[in-house]
């Protein structure tokens, strides 16, 4: 059985994190899934975005209403996901 992990890391610090786990991960564990919300270094070291992150990061109350459809949309994908297995 692969092992999966889910992350979600919907901004920049959160992206390079990401990716800094993921190489850490498959040193261990080669044969790891990782996917979830992501950005490109995420992406580079290995995870598979279910979600692009770009866009999605708010940096204060005034920008949540126009950005909440995609939020909720993000939600929704990777609670889905999470749920297969």
Do not use: H, K, N
Not at 17 to 24: G, N, P, S
Not at 73 to 78: D, E, I, K, S, V
């Amino acid at each position: 059985m692969a092992v999966r992990v889910l992350l979600s890391c919907g901004e920049t610090s959160g992206d390079l994190y990401a990716a800094a786990l993921v190489r850490a991960l498959r040193a261990e564990a080669p044969d790891i899934e990782v996917e979830g919300l992501g950005g490109p270094a995420f992406v580079a070291a290995g995870g598979r975005a279910l979600v692009d992150a770009a866009g999605l990061a708010v940096t204060g109350f005034a920008e949540i209403p126009a950005r909440l459809p995609r939020l909720r949309r993000a939600q929704r994908q990777l609670v889905e996901r999470a749920q297969i297995g």
